[in-house]
């Protein structure tokens, strides 16, 4: 079992910046990616980031590419997301992801979600 808790959430004025924390606890591999996703209400879940946990290699959709940047510490066990730019668009509930081969999270599946953080962009 993986335990994934996230951190960093909370409200911000349109084009400020957050950070949030994503620490993995349990069994972790060095084969996991991780990801973040979101899900506004009414819509479906997004992926708006992935990372491998053993070659950094990234992934982002064009909705946030330049914006966001996801980055791992891999003593920590902790990925992040840091997120500039911010619009009120980005308002979600943002959910960290683990997927234990690297296959799931681009199809919008993960084996592993925490339980989430509130993010509020006010215009």
């Known amino acids: 079992q993986v335990q994934l808790v996230e951190s960093g959430g909370g409200l911000v004025q349109a084009g400020g910046s957050l950070r949030l924390s994503c620490a993995a606890s349990?069994?972790?591999?060095?084969?996991?990616?991780m990801g973040w996703f979101r899900q506004a209400p009414g819509k479906e879940r997004e992926l708006v980031a992935t990372?491998?946990?053993?070659?950094?290699?990234?992934y982002y959709p064009d909705s946030v590419k330049g914006r966001f940047t996801i980055s791992r510490d891999n003593a920590k066990n902790t990925v992040y997301l840091q997120m500039n730019s911010l619009k009120p668009e980005d308002t979600a509930v943002y959910l960290c992801?683990?997927?234990?081969?690297?296959?799931?999270?681009?199809?919008?599946?993960?084996?592993?979600w925490g339980q989430g953080t509130q993010v509020t962009v006010s215009s």
């Open positions: 349990g069994r972790t591999f060095s084969s996991y990616a």
């Open positions: 992801a683990a997927d234990v081969a690297g296959n799931k999270l681009r199809r919008g599946n993960a084996d592993y």
């Open positions: 990372i491998t946990w053993r070659y950094g290699s990234t």
